[in-house]
């Protein structure tokens, strides 16, 4: 796992943050699918609901337009976009 990548596992999958056409796009946060249950720098230690840079504590978000993105709504009230990292 690269240190530097901003990710988290929801649904068995790893979303990347800090994808540039993903942050131009138009979206509409929609309903909380998930929130962050642990931490960790460790990729063994991902399981569903963790996150290696993300607090423990922040809501994840589905958006209407797309299947592909999440957002994260930070303490802060940042909304940080997720893109959906596809294996094949």
Known sequence: MDPNANVFMCKDTIY???????????????????EITHQSNKGKAFKNGTANKLAVGTKIFRVKE????????????EDI???????G
Do not use: S
Request: hydrophobic share 40%.
């Open 66 to 77: 797309r299947n592909d993105i999440l957002i994260a709504e930070t303490e802060g009230g």
């Open 16 to 34: 990347k943050a800090g994808i540039p056409w993903v942050d131009e796009l138009k979206l509409t946060k929609d309903i909380q699918v998930t």
């Open 81 to 87: 976009r997720f893109y959906q990292l596809v294996e």
